[in-house]
């Protein structure tokens, strides 16, 4: 039997995840696949899953890995990814994303994870989880490929909310150097603020306004502030975590994502072009396959929502299991950090800063 009920759910020790496996564009199967990638990597993981009970029932139990590993919650309706995030919110209870935000509200499961709309998902989490106390807006963070020591580096906002002043900066980078802490383990990040220019007197008056902000605050908060930065300075290493409105943050994370593809139809039409260049592409078989792992968007899938109280993972809306897989270990590994707790304790107020540790006593822990 590949149902778990709820009762040895929560006394297996696992850390629970709950998982819309509806509204992705590759359906329930994929997500399924993608789960039991997950249980088969790490036995310290258990899931709920939302979504038509019959349908997921046969899926589930096709995966012999995930007997005992899983709990089906019944939810008849699907969020499309044309759905109005409004209309969601007056007639989507029955839906799978509903239920598995719910299961986080409840306290049922440690983080949810969705390849869903992410409008709809974004403000159902806001509404049915709520903001953080002292959050004007919840951010989506994002791991971007880099040429830093750990590979990524941490850009937010990338459209939960198209506006933010000098203040909403600050706090996108009070939960970016946490996301960082707990995510990435970098005590001590490298914080930029994505600008048109180094130059100080360059941008907009909340730009400048948000420099002065979040220098301030840097030796308290225990990061380490690096100024403005500029969009060539993204994937590279002169900062660990990138500040920016949601606006310019979507638009930058689109334009990397179709140059990425760009890059890479370039590539396979070049090796393509003579008998000499097929030949070269197979002597650069291995070092391809080496870049294309190393900036595979499936290995960093996941987008959080940070600002709330529970901690969200968007997933790519066409992941593959690959790409399932990723998101929920992002979500373990946030799970496992107590970022949630963590993340409260730091932007609880942005008048007197609190640490992530602060019931520890520790002045600069996670």
Avoid at 172 to 179: E, I, N, R, T
Avoid at 242 to 256: Q, R, Y
Avoid at 266 to 295: C, Q
Avoid at 343 to 348: H, I, S, T
């Amino acid at each position: 039997m590949a149902v778990l009920s709820e009762d040895k759910n929560a006394g297996s020790g696992r850390t629970i995840i709950s998982v819309d496996a509806m509204g992705g564009d590759r359906g329930p199967a994929t997500v399924v696949a993608g789960i039991s990638r997950s249980a088969r990597k790490n036995p310290d993981i258990g899931f709920i899953l939302h979504g038509p009970k019959d349908e997921l029932k046969k899926l589930v139990a096709r995966k012999k890995n995930l007997q005992g590993r899983v709990e089906i919650r019944d939810a008849t309706d699907v969020v499309t990814m044309d759905d109005k995030p409004s209309q969601v919110m007056r007639h989507g209870k029955s839906t799978s994303m509903w239920s598995a935000v719910e299961s986080v509200r409840a306290g049922e499961a440690d983080v949810c994870v969705s390849c869903g709309n992410t409008g709809a998902l974004m403000m159902l989490s806001v509404v049915r989880l709520r903001k953080l106390p002292g959050i004007n807006r919840p951010a989506i963070a994002i791991l971007w490929p880099s040429s830093n020591p750990q590979g990524f580096n941490i850009m937010l906002d990338v459209g939960a909310d198209i506006r933010a002043d000098e203040h909403d900066l600050l706090q996108f980078a009070l939960m970016g150097v946490s996301y960082a802490r707990n995510g990435m383990e970098l005590n001590r990040p490298r914080v930029g603020l994505l600008n048109v220019g180094t130059e100080e007197h360059k941008g907009r008056a909340e730009l400048k306004a948000a420099h002065d902000l979040i220098s301030e605050r840097a030796e308290d908060a225990n990061f380490e502030f690096v100024g403005f930065v500029e969009g060539g300075d993204i994937p590279g290493n002169t900062a660990d975590v990138i500040v920016t409105d949601g606006f310019t943050g979507n638009v930058a994370l689109k334009t990397g994502e179709g140059t990425a593809r760009l890059i890479g139809s370039l590539l396979r039409e070049a090796f393509k072009f003579s008998p000499l260049s097929r030949i070269a592409a197979l002597l650069a078989y291995t070092s391809m396959r080496r870049l294309s792992k190393r900036i595979d968007p499936r290995r960093v899938n996941g987008g959080v929502f940070l600002g709330l109280n529970g901690t969200v993972v968007k997933s790519h809306g066409s992941s593959d299991s690959t790409g399932v897989s990723a998101a929920v270990k992002l979500a373990f590994v946030l799970a496992q950090s107590g970022f949630s707790k963590k993340l409260a304790a730091r932007v609880a107020s942005t008048v007197q800063l609190p640490q992530d540790d602060a019931g520890t006593g520790e002045k600069n822990g996670k």
